[in-house]
């Protein structure tokens, strides 16, 4: 069986774990106040990675959830990829001094790619993340509040010759929509770009769909509301560990 790596998501607002729908800030819940224990129960259940996100940062343009970070990495032996505000050298410096093993970066591969190339050079493209949101084949930035020009396909391969190897792609429509997830548009960039990590995220729930994503040579999944709404337990998940 080829394997795929599963990613748990907790998306932080005000410090507590909560989910949105399709990026609306407005339709929120909150399923635990405490971070940590939600990361620890990952954990436990043999779970090796983790995509946290600071939805503030997202916002604010600025990481704003500095410490839940820090409690997760020195909480847990967790992979933690870290995205949400990251803006400037000194965000991402703080954020890997805080025990992000990779940063996810979206809207500054857009707005700013001359520090995305220099944060590649300086930090390896194995622990950069491109975060490409899409929304009706075009890329969203700023937590998905606006949407681009930018073509999907042409942008990853603007990024792919800039020294991008994994993508985070998030299908806003899908998203914490339990729907499930885009499984044509995964296929479609897989095969455009073969020899890229990519990670599916958004729609995805229940196990079948990971299937899918996994015959499909998905490298990765993000798995957030599911898990959540106990769509999929954390037991269902063992078989892909």
């Known amino acids: 069986m080829n394997m795929i790596d599963i990613i748990p998501a907790i998306d932080i607002i005000g410090g507590k774990c909560v989910r949105l729908e399709q990026g609306d800030y407005k339709v929120k819940k909150i399923y635990n106040e405490n971070p940590l224990e939600v990361a620890k129960a990952f954990e436990e259940a043999g779970i090796k990675r983790l995509h946290l996100v600071d939805l503030d940062g997202a916002k604010a343009r600025h990481v704003v959830n500095m410490k839940v970070l820090a409690d997760i990495a020195s909480g847990t032996q967790l992979i933690i990829d870290f995205g949400g505000g990251i803006k400037t050298d000194a965000d991402i410096q703080k954020v890997f001094d805080n025990g992000a093993t990779m940063v996810t970066i979206g809207s500054i591969a857009v707005t700013n790619p001359a520090m995305l190339n220099a944060w590649i050079a300086r930090y390896g493209s194995d622990k950069i993340i491109l975060g490409a949101d899409v929304k009706d084949n075009k890329i969203a930035i700023t937590g998905w509040m606006n949407t681009t020009d930018r073509d999907l396909f042409e942008y990853l391969a603007e990024k792919k010759n ?3 190897k994994k993508i985070l792609c998030t299908d806003i429509s899908k998203d914490g929509m ?13 095969q455009h770009f073969k020899d890229m990590y990519l990670i ?5 729930t229940r196990v079948t769909d990971i299937e899918d994503l996994l015959k499909a040579g998905i490298d990765a999944v993000v798995i957030g509301k599911a898990i959540y709404e106990n769509r999929i337990s954390l037991d269902e998940l063992k078989i892909f560990l």
């Open 162 to 164: 800039e020294g991008i």
């Open 178 to 190: 339990l729907m499930g997830p885009a499984l044509e548009l995964y296929k479609r960039i897989k």
């Open 200 to 204: 599916a995220s958004g729609g995805v």
